[in-house]
């Protein structure tokens, strides 16, 4: 090998070690926060859900086959 492709290795090497230790570390700061998610509650209204708009419309007009 030449000294050239020596130097990308170890930097792929580093990177890859990077990459290895910084997965686990971000499960553990989230772990470690202290915060919870929570889901939103629905608001109770009735028009939440799926609406068919003309956006909508013009899409599955487009999407036949």
Do not use: N, W
């Not at 629905?42 to 899409?59: K, L, M, S």
């Amino acid at each position: 090998m030449t000294k050239s492709s020596d130097r990308i290795d170890e930097t792929r090497r580093g990177l890859l070690t990077l990459a290895a230790a910084a997965a686990p570390a971000a499960a553990a700061a989230a772990a470690l926060s202290g915060t919870r998610a929570e889901a939103e509650e629905g608001g109770g209204g009735g028009d939440a859900g799926y609406r068919e708009t003309p956006q909508v419309r013009a899409y599955y007009q487009s999407a036949r086959f």
